[in-house]
């Protein structure tokens, strides 16, 4: 008997991937990846153009397909269908102002945590839609829908129909939709974008079919590039997430929503009926490879570096604010190196700092999530950052748990192959696939360890207090 194959792709802030997979077992039979152009403005064409280059000879016998993608950018449409400006994405902070005034305008953080599950940052969607209102009206006036990147995609491989669909995790990110109370809030929205709703794409449910490609192919309701990974590491409670790609993202999987008015956390939905609170950092994989660039070494070299140096990098601690940050909420930030002496400043301890530092940014995120409530009792990291060798060393150290490390893989192509395979089988449970094998598991540290652990996560609070006025208890926030 031929399997059923299913595709899943991850159409993420750097690149396209895919997998295709064997639909009852989930093992993975091809696989395509194709890059995407730098900025945090992107026209969608260049994702068409790469999923076109990602999928090109790998679809072949493929019945269902499912798009996981980026979270948050602003796609927008006009009345023909047309793209009316490149997409903002999560990562671009032009609408930090925006935020902050929507955040006031309706009722502060508390209102808008319990409301939408999230506090503005100028990550969210809605920000992307006041800026575009305020900084581009004519681009504004010409917006008849507003979709997400995943969104998007999903429409195009449906042919364009006069519907859009998403899902409830993907939309849970736009900042004018409830995730507890799984509607939009069109008020939030016209407030927002001068008064105006753009049409927006229905939510289908975690096994729905959004319909078929022109050559049969069924096509699943996508979602959230987070929500797909978690959807494809079938978490058990105590398990967090922290995935190290250009984001640096830190979530699990929970019964109940978040309403953080803090906004270190945002209580978004999951790909299964489920919530999914997260905090991101906008500072994660890219903090390497700058490290590594300015040391003039490659990545392997920056890690040999890294791990050439005690824990602590001999007093040196890195802020990693490289692109401004979003957790905590620094869009205007820079980065900064702090406890430079002679004897100190070798490569040695600067990449070592460079690792720790955007580890502890994890740290606190991780904290974050657990002040929401969620008991955390071990680390899956994943994400291209992950498979580097300093960041498995030091990451059980700063984050002072045990880390576990998933066999290398695409989880968020995975989890969105699973979304497609669970569509096609019909069933009420996703497929049972055989789960991810565990590579690694670095035990928690202890003794000298431990209490090295303690003294780089509060001399990174330390270092964020004085530089930018961010305090934080360690094992608060
Ligand atoms: N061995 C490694 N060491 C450090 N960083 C790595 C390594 N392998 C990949 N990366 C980084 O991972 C990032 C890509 O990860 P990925 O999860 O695909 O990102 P995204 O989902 O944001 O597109 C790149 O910045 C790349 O440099
Ligand atoms: O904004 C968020 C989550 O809220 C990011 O996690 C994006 O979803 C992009 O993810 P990567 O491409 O960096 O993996």
Redesign the pocket.
Known sequence: MTAELVAGV?S????T?VVVCDARTGEIVRTGRAP?PDGTEVDPAAWAQAFADATRDVLDGVQAIGVGG?QHGMVTLDEAGEVVRPALLWNDTRSAQAAKDLTDELGGPGVWAKSVGLVPVASFTVTKLRWLAEHEPENADRVARVLLPHDWLTWRLLGQPETAVTDRGDASGTGYFSPTDNTYRPDVLAHAFGGRTPDLPTVLGPSDVAGHTSDGMLVSAGTG?NMAAALALELAPGDAVI?????GTVFGVTETGAADASGLVAGFADATGRFLPLTAALN???V??AG?AMLGVD??E??RLALAAEPGAGGLTLLPYLDGERTPNLPGATGSLHGLTRANMTPENVARATVEGMVCGLAAGLDAVRAQGMAVKRVLL????A?????RAIAPIVLGLPVVIPEVG?Y?ALGAARQAAWALGGATEPPAWAGTKNQLVLGEPAGALRAASIEIQQRHLDAREAAHGVSAKLGED
Do not use: P, W, Y
Request: negative net charge; glycine residues 12%.
């Open positions: 991850d993420s802030t750097q690149s991937k995407h980026q590039d995935s190290i790609g250009t984001s994660a994989a890219r390497l490879t590594a990545l392997a920056f890690d994943i994400g291209g950052g498979q580097s060798a300093a960041v695409e968020v």
